[in-house]
Nanobody
Framework: QVQLVESGGGLVQAGGSLRLSCAASGRIFSTYAMGWFRQAPGKEREFVAYISWSGDVTYHANSVKGRFTISRDNAKNTVYLQMNTLKPEDTAVYYC???????????????????WGQGTQVTVRS
């Protein structure tokens, strides 16, 4: 079992920055690939970013590429999402998730992730 707790959300003006954190406890965190997803009101949950268990491989959704960066610190059992140049359309609840050996190329699929946090709200005002 892996428990995930997100933090760092809040209200920010367009163009601003936030850094989300996801603290993990339970089974060996370093063996899990991690992802960030988000869900805006009335919309489906969507993929934002992925990082492999070692941190060597990352992927970012096209909508956030160049603005968001996923990273992890296995010594601290924490994964981060640095969000820069925020836009109003980035407003959503952000979730972190853990996947044990996700299938190659499936890092964007919700069903690849067995464990999910409760989410943290990010609101970007224009």
């Amino acid at each position: 079992q892996v428990q995930l707790v997100e933090s760092g959300g809040g209200l920010v003006q367009a163009g601003g920055s936030l850094r989300l954190s996801c603290a993990a406890s339970g089974r060996i965190f370093s063996t899990y690939a991690m992802g960030w997803f988000r869900q805006a009101p009335g919309k489906e949950r969507e993929f934002v970013a992925y990082i492999s268990w070692s941190g060597d491989v990352t992927y970012h959704a096209n909508s956030v590429k160049g603005r968001f960066t996923i990273s992890r610190d296995n010594a601290k059992n924490t994964v981060y999402l640095q969000m820069n140049t925020l836009k109003p359309e980035d407003t959503a609840v952000y979730y972190c998730a853990a996947a044990n050996k996700p299938r190659i190329g499936a890092w964007g699929r919700l069903d690849e992730y067995a464990y999910w946090g409760q989410g943290t709200q990010v609101t970007v005002r224009s």
